[in-house]
T-cell receptor
């Protein structure tokens, strides 16, 4: 069955430090992969997506992610974290089927940024 | 261009009461989705509508009904609310990108408490 795992429920980093959020997936076909961010009390906003081509993708707010097929991973990175990056981050895989666009979401990782 | 809008933002119900959550999108998307978000559970799909006139069950449909009123609007109804339905509800919509995946756009959410 298709699934997405975010092994880290909660991560704390210092402002200015680098960040890596892990995402592992189980998917039968070549996956389409997404990272979303949710600020407190807000909806989800797309950070970046991968569906083909270069395995290193750039997103908004200085984030990037690398698709590694051999490891079934799509980890999110940022070289220098800002206090405003504190939020919950969701990895998602899809589409589940070609005509519905359903996504499967991970459980989320909460990022806390220390001053 | 408002994107995806949801009403109400907050709601408190007593057990057994009914209510309808409203969702509308102005992006001419074919597909729409209802999710619930609970701590540690990520986003779970309740129902989705791949196109106007069709609806299908997602992962957790029990206790809910939906109506795809037209291409823009997709409502979620709780016929007899239960405390287990206390959650944050998100509506999303998507359209297939040319040759690529379905990117979902999310509304701001409805925070529902059932007492």
């Amino acid at each position: 069955a298709q699934s997405v795992t975010q092994p880290d429920i909660h991560i704390t980093v210092s402002e200015g430090a680098s960040l890596e959020l892990r995402c592992n997936y189980s998917y039968g076909a070549t996956p389409y992969l997404f990272w979303y961010v949710q600020s407190p009390g807000q909806g989800l906003q797309l950070l970046l997506k991968y569906f083909s081509g270069d395995t290193l993708v750039q997103g908004i707010k200085g984030f990037e992610a690398e698709f590694k097929r051999s490891q079934s991973s799509f980890n999110l990175r940022k070289p220098s974290v800002h206090w405003s990056d504190a939020a919950e981050y969701f990895c998602a895989v899809g589409p589940y089927s070609s005509n519905t666009g359903k996504l499967i979401f991970g459980q989320g990782t909460t990022l806390q940024v220390k001053p | 261009n408002a994107g995806v809008t949801q009403t109400p933002k907050f709601q408190v119900l007593k057990t057994g009461q009914s209510m309808t959550l409203q969702c509308a999108q102005d992006m001419n998307h074919n597909s729409m989705y209802w999710y619930r978000q609970d701590p540690g559970m990520g986003l779970r799909l309740i129902y989705y509508s791949a196109s106007e006139g069709t609806t299908d069950k997602g992962e957790v449909p029990n206790g809910y009904n939906v109506s795809r009123l037209n291409k823009r609007e997709f409502s979620l109804r709780l016929e007899s609310a239960a405390p287990s339905q206390t959650s944050v509800y998100f509506c999303a919509s998507s359209a297939q990108l040319a040759g690529g995946p379905y990117e979902q756009y999310f509304g701001p959410g409805t925070r529902l408490t059932v007492t």
